[in-house]
């Protein structure tokens, strides 16, 4: 594996960092280096793929203490014998031990469960990825290609890692099951105890000859693409969930989830108060003075509002349900506009005569 970046150094974060923590630092910075914000900048395309990287692993626990434990090897898919997401001979203490141990005691009603588990199918482990949405895509709802980078099951060899035409076969010392037993004499007699086989790391399998493409691992990193469907009225920092387009499982295992963390960029003219939305909207003197009818902005297009005579500066006007969508489709907030009062700056002596006029009559 190359030598790559410290993972907590790309988050900007410590090694004492909690969850919290380390998905706030991941959403700044995936934020700041998304590519929607970088067009054609191969730089930033680059530390935005780091950041991710870092947060999948340093968002799972399982992941995050191999990480701490062997550094970038400890993540490498053929480290400890292709253990995605598996025992892959992470981790000296085996629940098999204490299974055997209390087995000798008491009829050996815990050792089978262990050894079924070794070989057990595992759900694969979820990942991340960030998209930025416009005020408008967020607020209307939106569908967008997501590309994202997962853990597949090797096409080539069909997961199992073997050579196309060979199949991995039992391990002679474990018998297929993963776990060998050990005998030990103690003062309470003999006590039998399971650990995971040394020979196979747990697999219960030996390849003897590995498939090429993914060195005996059974499992590749890809890159895919899916279209999502973003429902009107999603937030800044909320997560959309795409069941099953995670990493793949072993064993047969289900694959994880992908989770998708949602920033938004800001608008020129709205800003975002829950489901309502505010705005600044200038009118004249005489507009403010008089009366008039006036055609504002709003998510939807132009409308046209009536502006009430003797509006002062900083009055409000409520437009009902021209505001963000709803989740679930339960209607629609408002939208409110702040007025504000353009003062004339260029005046001619003539019209500050009329002012002059109009104010010793008010």
């Known amino acids: ?8 150094s790309v988050l900007g974060v410590g090694k004492s960092a909690d969850e919290e923590e380390i998905k706030k630092a991941y959403r700044q910075a995936a934020k700041k280096y998304h590519p929607d914000l970088h067009p ?5 395309e680059a530390k935005f793929k780091e950041v991710n990287e870092a947060y999948e692993v340093l968002s799972d626990k399982e992941k995050r203490a191999r ?8 993540i490498d898919p053929n480290f400890g014998g292709g253990g995605f997401g598996g025992n892959g001979g992470f981790g000296g203490f085996d629940i098999g031990d204490l299974g055997d141990l209390f087995g000798s005691f008491f009829g050996g009603g815990f050792g089978g469960s ?3 588990a070794a070989n057990a199918p595992q759900r694969g482990s979820n990942i991340r990825q960030s998209i930025v949405l416009s005020f408008e895509e967020a607020a209307l709802g939106c569908k967008k290609d997501i590309s994202y980078r997962r853990i597949e099951n090797c ?4 997961g199992s890692g073997a050579e196309a035409g060979t199949a991995p076969k039992n391990c002679a010392a474990c018998g297929g099951t993963g776990v060998v037993r050990i005998q030990q004499r103690s003062p309470f007699g003999v006590i039998q105890t399971q650990r995971e086989c040394e020979t196979c790391r747990g697999s219960g399998k030996i390849i003897e000859h590995k498939c090429k493409k993914c060195g005996g691992a059974g499992k590749v990193r890809v890159t895919r693409s899916k279209p999502v469907e973003f429902p009107a ?3 800044e920092g909320q997560s959309l969930t795409v069941r099953g387009e995670g990493n793949a499982g072993s064993r047969g295992g289900a694959a994880g989830d992908l989770y998708i963390d949602l920033s938004v960029r800001p608008h020129h003219l709205f800003e975002r108060d829950g489901f309502d939305v505010h705005c600044q909207v200038p009118v004249s003197f005489a507009q403010a003075a008089l009366g008039a009818e006036i055609e504002v902005d709003t998510l939807e297009g132009r409308h046209k509002v009536k502006v009430a005579a003797g509006t002062q500066p900083g009055d409000n006007f409520v437009m009902k349900n021209r505001g963000v969508s709803r989740l679930g489709g339960r209607g629609k907030g408002d939208q409110i506009l702040h007025y504000t009062v ?12 009329l002012i002059r006029e109009m104010e010793s009559v008010l």
């Open 1 to 8: 594996m190359p030598d790559k970046k410290d993972f907590y």
């Open 40 to 44: 054609d900048d191969k730089s930033a």
């Open 67 to 74: 990480y701490d434990q062997f550094g970038h090897a400890g």
């Open 114 to 116: 262990a050894r079924s």
């Open 155 to 158: 096409s080539d060899c069909g």
């Open 233 to 235: 009225g999603v937030d």
């Open 342 to 353: 353009k003062v004339p700056k260029h005046l001619n002596e003539q019209q500050r005569k």
